[in-house]
Nanobody
C-alpha cells in the first residue's frame, strides 16, 4: 500500500535544470521526513538532503546552492529542483520516507555534453 514513485529524470547538458518529483501513496508525506539519495554507477548510495514535517531542509555541501527541496502537501508530492547540473550529478535519484521507511524505484539523471 505504501509507495513512493519518482519521476522527472532525463538526459540534460551541463548547466541545465531538472525538477524531480516523489509522489507518495499510502502515507501522508507531510508527516514524514522525506529524503533524497543518489547512486552513481559502481558507487555507493549517497545522501543528498531532506525536508522535515516542519519544512526545514538540509542539503549536502556538494549540491548546496544548486538544489532545492520543497513540498506540495495537498498533492502528497516532494520535489528536488536541480539547477546548474554538473556531470558529477549523474546518478539514479531515490526518495525515501522516515520514520515510515519506504523507497522509490529511482529515476535516472544523466548530465552530459
Amino acid at each position: 500500500q505504501v509507495q513512493l514513485v519518482e519521476s522527472g529524470g532525463d538526459l540534460v547538458q551541463p548547466g541545465g535544470s531538472l525538477r524531480l518529483s516523489c509522489v507518495a501513496s499510502g502515507i501522508d508525506s507531510s508527516l514524514q521526513t522525506m529524503q533524497w539519495y543518489r547512486q552513481a554507477p559502481g558507487k555507493q548510495r549517497d545522501y543528498v538532503g531532506y525536508i522535515s514535517p516542519s519544512g526545514f531542509t538540509f542539503l549536502v555541501d556538494s549540491v548546496k546552492g544548486r538544489f532545492t527541496i520543497s513540498r506540495d502537501n495537498a498533492n502528497n508530492v516532494v520535489y528536488l529542483q536541480m539547477n546548474n547540473l554538473k556531470p558529477e550529478d549523474t546518478a539514479v535519484y531515490y526518495c525515501k520516507s522516515a520514520p515510515t521507511e519506504a523507497w522509490g524505484r529511482g529515476t535516472q539523471v544523466t548530465v552530459s555534453a
